[in-house]
């Protein structure tokens, strides 16, 4: 990972467990050819409040932290499911039962699957 990608994705890791997300998962397409992005951080609120918190934090923290600006936000008018696009850096912020239903983590089987541990969890493994 470029360090500039790395330093965004960790930016919006921190942003995101700063407002309580929870289950993070980054998905890595850096060594899958022509996909439209280098990674995926899906994550869940538990209500529509939270995830339009965490998508509102993402947003400043990112900002005040790297100066990078999102290029598109998609779904804060019903907050199912909130997606940033930071061009290489695509957030995806779901509500529970939506998450569940897209499952977007399992639909590429090429791509580096790590799961970030919940704040009160210990450790962080790679699928």
Request: glycine fraction near 4%; charged fraction near 25%.
């Amino acid at each position: 990972m470029h360090k500039k990608q790395n330093k965004l994705v960790e930016t919006i890791i921190s942003a995101i467990q700063d407002k309580k997300g929870q289950n993070i998962v980054v998905a890595d397409f850096q060594n899958i050819q022509d996909f439209i992005c280098s990674h995926f951080i899906i994550c869940q609120g538990n209500s529509r409040i939270q995830v339009e918190a965490i998508a509102r934090n993402v947003g400043e923290y990112t900002y005040e932290h790297t100066k990078e600006k999102p290029i598109a936000v998609s779904g804060e008018e019903n907050a199912l499911w909130i997606a940033i696009d930071y061009g290489d850096v695509m957030v995806h912020i779901f509500e529970p039962h939506t998450r569940t239903f897209y499952d977007l983590e399992h639909l590429w089987a090429d791509a580096k699957i790590t799961e970030i541990p919940d704040l009160d969890t210990p450790s962080q493994q790679t699928i």
